[in-house]
């Protein structure tokens, strides 16, 4: 896991934009899990090309970077490839993915303690992520 810290001065509108741009990029990321659980037998550029119709679906996707929107389709395709391979090695106990109750407070601007950061204070933000291996 890779943690990076670091101390941001920020307003409450800025807060407000790194919250909406995570959970949109979240948003796209369980969507293709979705579609290609619906949808078996997939390929990873089938997942780009369903990007493409939801940014077109939906605005606040096309508001978000491309590039994030690509990340985000390339986190949904490693886990799926981890979790065949997981399959494939027989790895004993839970193969699937993560629950989405423990990802929505993950990432997130909020203080350790819950509380949101207050404007123009200084305060430091922890964002963790779980590579493939």
């Known amino acids: 896991m890779i943690v990076i810290e ?4 920020g307003k ?3 807060y407000q934009a790194i919250d909406e741009a995570i959970q949109t990029a979240q948003f ?3 969507k293709c899990l979705r579609y290609w659980m619906d949808n078996k037998g997939i390929s990873r550029a089938e997942l780009y090309r369903y990007n493409t119709q939801l940014r077109s ?5 096309e508001a978000l970077n491309s590039h994030a929107c690509q990340a985000s389709v390339e ?3 490693s886990a799926i490839a981890r979790f065949f391979d997981n399959c494939k090695n027989r790895f004993r106990g839970k193969k699937g993915f993560q629950s989405s109750r423990n990802t929505v407070d993950r990432w ?4 350790l303690d819950g509380s949101c950061p ?3 204070s200084e305060s430091l ?3 963790a992520s779980r590579l493939a291996s």
Do not use: C, D, I, Y
């Open 6 to 9: 670091f101390k941001v001065k």
């Open 12 to 14: 409450s509108n800025q």
């Open 28 to 30: 796209v990321r369980n």
């Open 57 to 61: 679906e939906f605005p606040f996707v």
């Open 75 to 77: 986190r949904a395709w």
């Open 108 to 111: 997130s601007t909020k203080h």
């Open 118 to 120: 207050k404007s123009g």
């Open 125 to 127: 933000l922890l964002m």
